[in-house]
């Protein structure tokens, strides 16, 4: 039982490490939550979590073929990913472009909508498995662990995965409930703001993928 937790555990760590970096994900993550409320915020973390137990899965049981192609494919899975993000960013700018008026009090209000949930999971989802660096990060993760736990079997892969994924969620939980307390003692002025700094930054990762996967950068 003490060499399952263990290995849960070692999962857990590696799934709150490689998601816990704040990039266009987590700010995507941040978006959702400051303008939909916490649960499509959470929604839209559980994507990017479920596309981590993916990749943990492939380079837990070294599906090299999988590997090897994602790796082959990675300007491509950054074109596509870039132009994603791109779009994203010129969606939250818009409001601003425009000069739209928020009705007093818009930028506070949380409001849920399943349909803004399931779009917030999809496309946070596509977007970490677009990302060739998710799965490098898995694979020199797991190869770092010693050949005893590599070669315990399908239960110990299996736990590492479990582990993998309830880590990925914790950072998420852990991100969408402190932007949730914070979101309450910000002004809406302050919120619009941050809608559209983080906009921008969104923008800006999206077109860097796509000068990285052209082979500008």
């Given at each position: 039982?003490?060499e399952?937790?263990?290995?849960f555990?070692?999962?857990?760590?590696?799934?709150?490490?490689v998601?816990?970096?704040?990039?266009?994900?987590?700010?995507l993550?941040i978006?959702?939550?400051?303008?939909?409320?916490?649960?499509?915020?959470?929604?839209t973390?559980?994507?990017?979590?479920?596309?981590?137990?993916?990749?943990?899965?492939?380079?837990?049981?070294?599906?090299?073929?999988i590997?090897?192609?994602?790796?082959?494919?990675?300007?491509?899975?950054?074109?596509?990913?870039?132009?994603?993000?791109?779009?994203?960013g010129?969606?939250?700018?818009?409001?601003?472009?425009?000069?739209?008026?928020?009705?007093?009090?818009?930028?506070?209000?949380?409001?849920?909508?399943?349909?803004?949930?399931?779009?917030?999971?999809?496309?946070?989802?596509?977007?970490?498995?677009?990302?060739?660096?998710?799965?490098?990060?898995?694979?020199?993760?797991?190869?770092?662990?010693?050949?005893?736990?590599?070669a315990?079997?399908?239960?110990?892969?299996?736990?590492?995965?479990?582990?993998?994924?309830?880590?990925?969620?914790?950072?998420?939980?852990?991100?969408?409930?402190?932007?949730?307390?914070?979101?309450?003692?910000?002004?809406?002025?302050?919120?619009?703001?941050?809608?559209?700094?983080?906009?921008?930054?969104v923008?800006?990762?999206?077109?860097?993928?796509?000068l990285?996967?052209?082979?500008?950068?």
């Amino acid at each position: 039982m003490l060499e399952v937790l263990s290995v849960f555990a070692g999962g857990l760590a590696i799934g709150f490490a490689v998601a816990a970096p704040v990039g266009p994900i987590g700010l995507l993550c941040i978006r959702q939550t400051l303008a939909r409320g916490p649960l499509v915020g959470i929604a839209t973390g559980l994507g990017a979590a479920t596309a981590d137990m993916v990749y943990g899965f492939v380079a837990v049981f070294g599906v090299g073929l999988i590997t090897a192609a994602l790796v082959e494919s990675a300007d491509i899975l950054k074109i596509a990913g870039g132009a994603t993000l791109v779009y994203l960013g010129l969606s939250a700018l818009r409001p601003f472009v425009r000069s739209r008026r928020q009705e007093p009090g818009a930028a506070r209000r949380l409001t849920v909508s399943g349909g803004s949930a399931v779009a917030g999971f999809g496309t946070t989802f596509l977007l970490t498995l677009a990302n060739p660096m998710t799965i490098i990060a898995f694979t020199a993760i797991v190869a770092s662990l010693s050949d005893t736990e590599r070669a315990a079997g399908i239960g110990h892969g299996l736990t590492v995965v479990a582990g993998v994924f309830s880590g990925s969620v914790a950072w998420w939980l852990f991100l969408v409930g402190t932007v949730s307390i914070i979101h309450k003692a910000l002004p809406p002025d302050l919120l619009r703001w941050i809608d559209l700094a983080s906009g921008l930054v969104v923008l800006g990762f999206g077109l860097v993928a796509i000068l990285s996967g052209t082979g500008v950068l």
